[in-house]
């Protein structure tokens, strides 16, 4: 069934989600703050700024008026940064319909209340509508998605009709869509990945190899699980798209501006000068500072976060942070033998 659908944010993936959409005959209204990059995606059919080089589809009309973007949709799909999640739904709250689906694909926690995406749109949005939201997710590199490149994904919900909607609105031959009831799971391992991406970046900036990147990928979906779990999420989203598939994506890949930033990082490049470079959000950076607090205030141990954020905010050499993970006391591999943790 074609639906009018709104998407809240015209980045690299709310840009490449709109021609998913599009491309099944959806009509599409995407919106920005930008009266320049709205122009050129309604004469031109591009945005150069965040996805070079891709044709968007005639069925994408942009605009800035964010009433105009949400009257009357059926769907309203939010891909802003994370730490404007709050505002943006501030200001939906009195025009989205109130039987209208949300999805939301955003990767990262508010930094100032350390809540969750779900968390901070239950707490600014209707009931009503909070209760049905969808939380996308997985292995999604937006460069590959507009190009039609095959991507599989996961959209987590605690409506099971929710689900099913959302796998049915994006669903097609080049995007392939799973359902998962995990909520906490889907929107933790999302979250925490870029952390590790950033972890990646640095070690094959410093020149390492398969080795340690192997590892780092290993040991750091172990942190990423031993969180999710305490903080309620199902062992199985773990090893799943929103886990796993998310994070080797995340982790081995020059899209990643996570993996861009920590590259440059191991290279001896200051992290404002990083962020400058780069020109884009990169929410492992947030992630990084809100998990190591969630981290000492959940009792979890977490050491590969902990010497990123030294890494990051404390000015420590990172070829010193990996000496002092390779130094650390020997432990267990498995949680289940050291149910303390590492």
């Given at each position: 069934?074609?639906?009018?659908?709104a998407?809240i944010?015209?980045g690299?993936?709310?840009?490449?989600?709109?021609?998913?959409?599009?491309d099944?005959?959806?009509?599409?209204?995407?919106?920005?703050?930008?009266?320049?990059?709205?122009?050129?995606?309604?004469?031109?059919?591009?945005n150069?700024?965040?996805?070079?080089?891709?044709k968007?589809?005639?069925?994408?009309?942009a605009?800035?008026?964010?009433?105009l973007?949400v009257?009357e949709?059926?769907?309203?799909l939010?891909?802003?940064?994370?730490?404007?999640?709050?505002?943006?739904?501030r200001?939906?709250?009195p025009?989205?319909?109130?039987?209208?689906?949300?999805?939301?694909?955003?990767?990262?926690?508010?930094l100032?209340?350390?809540?969750?995406?779900?968390?901070?749109?239950?707490e600014e949005?209707?009931?009503?509508?909070a209760?049905r939201?969808?939380?996308?997710?997985?292995?999604?590199?937006?460069?590959?998605?507009v190009?039609?490149?095959p991507?599989?994904?996961?959209?987590?919900?605690?409506?099971?009709?929710s689900m099913?909607?959302?796998?049915?609105?994006?669903?097609?031959?080049?995007?392939?869509?799973?359902?998962?009831?995990?909520?906490?799971?889907?929107?933790i391992?999302?979250a925490?990945?870029?952390?590790?991406?950033?972890?990646?970046?640095?070690s094959?900036?410093?020149?390492?190899?398969?080795n340690a990147?192997a590892?780092?990928?290993?040991?750091?979906?172990?942190?990423?699980?031993?969180?999710?779990?305490k903080?309620?999420a199902?062992p199985?989203?773990?090893?799943?798209?929103?886990?796993?598939?998310?994070?080797?994506?995340?982790?081995?890949?020059?899209?990643?501006r996570?993996?861009?930033?920590?590259f440059?990082?191991?290279?001896?490049?200051?992290?404002?000068?990083v962020l400058?470079e780069?020109?884009?959000?990169?929410?492992?950076?947030?992630?990084?500072?809100?998990?190591?607090v969630?981290?000492?205030?959940?009792?979890?141990e977490?050491?590969?976060?902990?010497?990123?954020?030294?890494?990051?905010?404390?000015?420590?050499?990172?070829?010193?942070?990996?000496?002092?993970?390779?130094?650390?006391l020997?432990?267990?591999?498995?949680?289940?033998?050291?149910?303390d943790?590492?």
């Amino acid at each position: 069934m074609i639906q009018n659908v709104a998407v809240i944010g015209a980045g690299s993936w709310g840009t490449a989600l709109a021609t998913v959409l599009a491309d099944n005959g959806h009509q599409v209204s995407i919106w920005m703050r930008d009266p320049k990059q709205a122009d050129s995606i309604n004469h031109d059919h591009v945005n150069e700024k965040y996805l070079p080089g891709a044709k968007l589809s005639a069925r994408i009309v942009a605009t800035t008026d964010l009433r105009l973007a949400v009257s009357e949709k059926q769907v309203v799909l939010v891909a802003v940064p994370s730490h404007a999640m709050r505002q943006i739904c501030r200001d939906l709250a009195p025009l989205v319909a109130e039987e209208a689906l949300l999805i939301h694909a955003v990767k990262g926690f508010e930094l100032e209340t350390l809540k969750r995406m779900s968390e901070v749109i239950s707490e600014e949005l209707p009931s009503a509508i909070a209760s049905r939201l969808a939380v996308l997710s997985g292995p999604s590199h937006a460069e590959e998605v507009v190009k039609r490149q095959p991507t599989t994904v996961v959209v987590a919900s605690e409506s099971e009709e929710s689900m099913l909607r959302a796998q049915d609105l994006l669903m097609n031959r080049n995007f392939r869509v799973y359902t998962n009831p995990d909520v906490v799971g889907a929107e933790i391992a999302g979250a925490l990945k870029n952390i590790i991406a950033l972890g990646a970046g640095i070690s094959d900036g410093l020149g390492f190899g398969d080795n340690a990147k192997a590892a780092l990928l290993t040991r750091g979906l172990a942190e990423i699980s031993r969180l999710g779990l305490k903080m309620g999420a199902m062992p199985p989203t773990f090893s799943g798209l929103a886990g796993i598939g998310d994070l080797v994506a995340t982790c081995t890949s020059k899209h990643s501006r996570n993996w861009r930033a920590g590259f440059l990082l191991g290279q001896g490049k200051k992290l404002d000068d990083v962020l400058n470079e780069i020109g884009m959000v990169v929410e492992g950076v947030r992630t990084t500072r809100a998990a190591n607090v969630i981290a000492e205030r959940e009792d979890v141990e977490m050491p590969i976060t902990h010497v990123l954020y030294a890494i990051l905010f404390e000015g420590k050499d990172p070829r010193k942070g990996v000496e002092k993970l390779m130094g650390r006391l020997k432990t267990y591999e498995m949680e289940y033998l050291n149910p303390d943790g590492e």
